[in-house]
């Protein structure tokens, strides 16, 4: 493991180095970031700083201002899917909100949400099951369920998903398989210090 400046950890992979890239954006959220700035907080050669973030644009993790020439994250990384709305639905109403006034609903299929009235109906949805399920919104023809993770301050760490073809979840599995990672989210975040308010 590396260690750079602003105390962000990655592996030397690919991966590791892409996951570091997505984890500044999202602190720096809804602040765009130039090419220099990711480079020298994450300690990368520019030159490597500037193929990951193109690599991520191109998977739509990423959206790029050719005005400003910055970037924050885009679509892929936060709009669509069941561990997007796990994490939006473990957010308070005022960081929902405030999320939602600077990222724009963009479709990545056709069941994609787009409308805020909907998302923040199956938001309370989430709330009252536990759980987030999606059915094709980030990817045609697959389905997923995922539960938040807390850290022990109660902070939205991340979430825990479960995801496979969409013609392998029927109605039943997805409620069978959520309560199994709404199960292991709460496992998760308790060993991370995380106690529900009783």
Request: proline share 5%; hydrophobic share 40%.
């Amino acid at each position: 493991m590396s260690e750079p400046a602003e105390g962000h950890r990655y592996t030397a992979s690919g991966l590791g180095r892409a996951l570091a890239v997505i984890d500044l954006l999202a602190e720096r959220s809804p602040e765009m970031v130039g090419v220099s700035t990711v480079a020298r907080d994450l300690s990368l050669p520019k030159a490597v700083a500037h193929r990951i973030l193109k690599e991520l644009t191109a998977n739509q993790f990423v959206t790029f201002d050719e005005g400003t020439r910055r970037y924050r994250l885009g679509p892929g990384a936060l709009v669509a899917g069941s561990s997007s709305k796990a994490i939006l639905a473990a957010l308070p109403d005022a960081e929902v909100s405030e999320y939602l006034s600077t990222h724009e609903l963009v479709s990545m299929t056709p069941a994609t949400i787009t409308s805020v009235e909907q998302l923040w109906e199956d938001l309370r949805a989430v709330r009252g099951q536990g759980y987030a399920v999606s059915r094709g919104e980030r990817q045609a023809g697959a389905a997923s369920v995922a539960a938040a993770i807390r850290l022990a301050s109660g902070e939205v760490y991340g979430s825990l998903s479960l995801c496979g073809p969409q013609d392998r979840f029927s109605a039943r599995l997805l409620a069978e398989y959520g309560d199994l990672v709404a199960d292991a989210a709460r496992q998760v975040s308790a060993e991370l210090g995380y106690q529900p308010a009783p």
